[in-house]
């Protein structure tokens, strides 16, 4: 079975703060995890995956499998990143399995 | 624009009463998917496809039905609509095994009263 927690329901920084959303999963094989954002009553979008390693929106998160953990981290918040934020694994079935996502509120 | 489009964008139902939410996609994709999103609880796959003409449950299937009618269309059909179903309901399609991740449609707002 595949599991995503995000242990943080809701999360407030300043701007320009540091920002770390947490994501922990369980799987037993080589999962492929991703990070999905939603704007205030839109659509899902894809914000970065872990195999391309790459930043976006200023956003990078690193795969650590010692931790079982793929957090996403911003060094300085802007207020246009406050959304919800998905954490996502994809195991062998190649089915996505969501977390319960993270309430970002990035305050002026 | 190529994407994944979703009709109808809201309904409210009455209890016991029947619809289908319609998805299609654009971008030649072999799977799709349906899911529901309720507060605190994330996004939970109802049913999936694989690829045309497959169709399997995932993890919240009771209540729901489906047709992939062609490789661009996938609907969700609710026999008899109870509150519990009241939900976003979002389609998603998939290329390459879901390797670059999944594309999603603007979801449904359903209400049952």
């Known amino acids: 079975a595949q599991r995503v927690t995000q242990p943080e329901k809701l999360l407030s920084v300043f701007k320009g703060a540091p920002v770390e959303l947490k994501c922990n999963y369980s799987?037993?094989?080589?999962?492929?995890l991703f990070w999905y954002v939603q704007y205030s009553r839109q659509r899902l979008q894809l914000l970065l995956r872990?195999?391309s390693r790459e930043s976006i929106k200023g956003f990078t998160a690193d795969l650590n499998k010692g931790e079982t953990s793929f957090h996403l981290k911003k060094p300085f918040a802007q207020e246009e990143d406050s959304a919800m934020y998905y954490c996502a694994l994809s195991g062998s079935a190649r089915q996505l399995t969501f977390g319960s996502g993270t309430q970002l509120t990035v305050l002026p | 624009n190529a994407g994944v489009t979703q009709t109808p964008k809201f309904q409210v139902l009455k209890t016991g009463q029947s619809m289908t939410l319609q998805c299609a996609q654009d971008m030649n994709h072999n799977s799709m998917y349906w899911y529901r999103q309720d507060p605190g609880m994330g996004l939970r796959l109802i049913y999936y496809s694989a690829s045309e003409g497959t169709t399997d449950k995932g993890e919240v299937p009771n209540g729901y039905n489906v047709s992939r009618l062609n490789k661009r269309e996938f609907s969700l059909r609710l026999e008899s609509a109870a509150p519990s179903q009241t939900s976003v309901y979002f389609c998603a399609s998939s290329g390459y095994g879901g390797a670059y991740g999944y594309t999603f449609g603007s979801g449904t707002r359903l209400t049952v009263v």
């Open positions: 872990h195999i």
């Open positions: 799987y037993s094989g080589s999962p492929e």
